[in-house]
């Protein structure tokens, strides 16, 4: 996701909305804080923990970023449209890992495959209904991710996306 931004422009302030209290989202904050020193990026963290949080970590977020990343999470998800919204007023694009994010209005998602997804939330629930703890289950790593692009998006906000990166795009949103 930073390659594909760094690919699109040079930006530098990324903002990065996260829950928290769920792991995945989390673990995405950390992973983007870990690489992005590597593509000359600062991290500008935005916790939400309610609709109140959302709002203002959103608002700070659109003073000073260039770019908006929304991790996968409940309540940021459930916001997703405003989320959007709001940051097209900016001219900001968002990025996101939720699944259909491209689909929502993000001008870049990565994303599970739907159909790898659903094979391995089934091999989780077999392995639960074996016995297994849920707290000893390990995080399946899935095969393949989407890279999708909404080049509709980038053409309304005014960004070209090169011939590299959409070269580098499972699927093109036109």
């Given amino acids: 996701l930073l390659k594909t931004l760094k690919g699109l422009r040079p930006y530098i302030r990324i903002g990065v909305l996260y829950t928290p209290r769920e792991v995945g989202s989390q673990r995405q904050l950390d992973d983007i804080k870990k690489h992005s020193g590597q593509f000359g990026m600062t991290v500008l963290e935005g916790s939400v923990t309610s609709a109140a949080t959302l709002e203002s ?9 260039e770019v908006i990343v929304v991790t996968e999470g ?9 989320i959007v919204a709001k940051a097209r007023a900016r001219n900001i694009p968002v990025v996101s890992t939720m699944p259909d994010a491209a689909e929502k209005g993000a001008i870049v998602s ?19 209904l074996e016995g297994a703890k849920t707290e000893h289950l390990s995080l399946l790593r ?4 989407d890279l ?9 906000m005014g960004i070209e996306i090169p011939f590299a990166v959409m070269r580098t795009a499972t699927r093109l949103i036109k």
């Fill in 148 to 156: 999708v692009i909404n080049m509709r998006v980038a053409r309304e």
């Fill in 142 to 145: 899935p095969n393949r991710i």
């Fill in 110 to 128: 990565l994303e599970i495959n739907p159909k790898e997804q659903g094979h391995v939330a089934a091999d989780m629930a077999s392995r639960i």
């Fill in 74 to 82: 409940g309540l940021v998800s459930s916001q997703f449209g405003r």
């Fill in 57 to 65: 970590a959103l608002n700070s977020m659109l003073d000073k970023a």
